[in-house]
């Protein structure tokens, strides 16, 4: 059964969408046309952003907003805030390709709680719920099982005119199309991610997206059962300047596969570090020196998204290293209800060993976790899920 907050949700993506529908109809009509239907689109963006506003206010009167037209709204209640894309996949819409969605993703004391995708056009509705699961529809959801590279499809997003991320973009596809069975663009992130926990793709990357791309479809993934961190391997941020979501199996992979490719292309790796977990705050990350090199990278100052277009500003800050054992224990146990998120970002620090042995100790008893002696007696901790 969806919460009342997944019901909100849905009331209010399920209004905005009417209108959506009825304008893509519009946009049609409108490629024949000599203007074009641009401005109309900016339009049809700018009402259903009004009505998701208008409707998430009045069912939650206090929530801050965080949205993609009208930038940031501090809310009374300040731990939480809805952030929305009123409309994922523009450029499709205004093509009358028929490939968009309204991602509508809640955020509790800076984590992300609840998300959802809604695609208008399938009525297809994604949502998830921290400890909850994930859905489509009534239907609860799992990322795919699928362990081998070569069978993989995976999706991705390619910069355009004025973006940031086409150095690091043309790093990462080669590896891509020569280890898989395919890559995928569609041309809606928020829609990407949602494959990714529907288990139709079986991983995801992207560079520069902003906080209302993954919000919603990062709690998606990870109510699915999969994995998201940046492409160094660390739990992700909205803020962050890439995204790679995948299933359990294929994630580290992907995520190493994607990071080697882009250090070999930035080109000033320190002898070793491919192998090695470290932890460098001085330096920028390869994603940030990638984007540093291109001549068009940023938007406009007015663009609430700015954070990206200069990773270096977001909550990256620029250190590198790979996913600890902790941070995965970590990443599963997030969906699991009544884990304290101290403890839990305790864990995700690079954490003294004493510390992580006693959490782990602790979530052992009470069932979250499962800790068996290894081949050679090394302890493996493994989420009960
Ligand atoms: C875009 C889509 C696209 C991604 C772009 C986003 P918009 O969002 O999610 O897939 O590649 O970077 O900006 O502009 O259609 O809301
Ligand atoms: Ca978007
Ligand atoms: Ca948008």
């Not at 968009?100 to 955020?107: P, R, V």
């Not at 973009?169 to 891509?176: K, N, Q």
């Not at 949602?194 to 479809?217: I, K, M, N, Q, T």
């Not at 800050?317 to 969906?335: D, K, W």
């Amino acid at each position: 059964m969806p919460s009342a907050t997944i019901n909100v949700m849905e009331a209010a993506a399920r209004k905005a969408a009417r209108g959506l529908i009825r304008d893509f109809g519009e946009v049609e009509n409108l490629q024949v046309s000599r203007k074009g239907p641009a401005d109309f689109v900016t339009e049809a963006d700018r009402r259903a952003e009004r009505i998701l506003r208008a409707e998430l206010a009045k069912a939650r009167p206090g929530f801050g907003f965080l949205m993609e037209e009208s930038g940031e709204t501090e809310g009374e209640d300040t731990r939480r805030r809805w952030i929305v894309d009123p409309l994922d996949g523009t450029t499709n819409f205004l093509h009358g390709i028929p490939h968009f969605a309204i991602s509508i993703g809640l955020e509790e004391d800076g984590g992300m709680v609840a998300g959802l995708v809604y695609d208008p056009l399938r009525d297809e509705l994604f949502w998830a719920e921290k400890g909850v699961g994930c859905y489509l529809n009534r239907r609860r959801l799992r990322v795919s099982s699928r362990r081998r590279m070569e069978e993989a499809v995976l999706a991705t997003g390619i910069p355009f005119k004025g973006r940031a991320g086409k150095d690091a973009f043309l790093a990462t596809i080669g590896p891509a199309i020569d280890n898989t069975a395919g890559v995928r663009r569609f041309g809606s992130a928020a829609l990407d991610l949602a494959y990714v926990a529907a288990g139709r793709y079986d991983g995801f990357w992207e560079f520069g997206l902003s906080p209302w791309d993954v919000a919603a479809g990062i709690v998606l993934v990870r109510e699915a059962g999969g994995f998201v961190t940046d492409i160094s391997g660390r739990a992700v941020t909205i803020q962050g300047d890439s995204i790679v979501a995948a299933n359990d199996r294929l994630h580290t992979p992907l995520q190493r596969m994607l990071r080697d490719s882009l250090k070999e292309s930035v080109g000033d790796r320190a002898p070793g570090s491919r192998l090695r977990h470290t932890v460098s705050s001085s330096s920028p990350s390869p994603v940030a020196r990638a984007m540093r090199r291109e001549p068009h990278a940023g938007r406009s100052s007015s663009d609430p998204g700015d954070a990206r277009a200069d990773p270096t500003a977001g909550g990256n800050g620029g250190s590198e290293r790979t996913m600890t054992n902790a941070e995965r224990i970590v990443e599963a146990l997030r969906r699991k209800p009544g884990l304290d998120d101290d403890e839990l970002s305790r864990l995700a620090d690079v954490t003294p060993r004493q510390q992580v042995n006693r959490i782990c100790r602790r979530l052992e008893r009470e069932g979250k976790l499962r800790r068996e002696r290894g081949p050679r007696g090394k302890i493996v901790n493994d989420p009960v899920r």
